[in-house]
C-alpha cells in the first residue's frame, strides 16, 4: 500500500510563498497522478493541483492558476506544490492525494489521501 506524509505547512502572510511536500512511502510514486487538495473549515474539500506519472500537463484550479506550480523531483519519491502570492483564501488543510487512474481534479479520481499540512496565510 501506497502512503502519504505532507510537510510544508505554515503560517505566512498575505504574498508570501510556501513550498509543500508530499513524501510516499511503500510504494514508487513512478504508476501514481498525484494531486494536491485542500479544505478549509466548514468547506468542502477542493482540488488545487494535479500532475501526471510522467510529469506532463499539469492540472490547476482556476483559483491558483499562475500562482502555484505543482512539481515531481528528479527521484520520483517526492511531489511538490510550490505556492506563491498567497492569500488569506488558500488557507486550509492540504492534502496530497495519489491515484493509479489518470491525473486530474475530481476527488473521486484518488485512493490513497496523507494526512494534511496545515498553512495558513494571514496577517
Known amino acids: 500500500q501506497l502512503r502519504l506524509r505532507e510537510s510544508g505547512g505554515d503560517l505566512v502572510q498575505p504574498g508570501g510563498s510556501l513550498r509543500l511536500s508530499c513524501a510516499a512511502y511503500?510504494?514508487?510514486?513512478?504508476?501514481?497522478?498525484i494531486g494536491w487538495f485542500r479544505q478549509a473549515p466548514g468547506n468542502l474539500r477542493e482540488a488545487v493541483a494535479s500532475?501526471?506519472?510522467?510529469?506532463?500537463?499539469?492540472l490547476y484550479a482556476d483559483s491558483v492558476k499562475g500562482r502555484f506550480t505543482i512539481s515531481r523531483d528528479a527521484s520520483k519519491t517526492t511531489v511538490f506544490l510550490q505556492m506563491n502570492s498567497l492569500k488569506p483564501e488558500d488557507t486550509g488543510l492540504y492534502y496530497c492525494?495519489?491515484?493509479?487512474?489518470?491525473?486530474?481534479?475530481?476527488?473521486?479520481?484518488?485512493?490513497?489521501w496523507g494526512q494534511g499540512t496545515q498553512v495558513t496565510v494571514a496577517s
Open positions: 492525494a495519489a491515484t493509479d487512474r489518470r491525473e486530474g481534479l475530481d476527488v473521486h479520481l484518488y485512493n490513497y
Open positions: 511503500g510504494l514508487s510514486l513512478d504508476y501514481f497522478a
Open positions: 500532475i501526471s506519472t510522467l510529469g506532463g500537463s499539469p
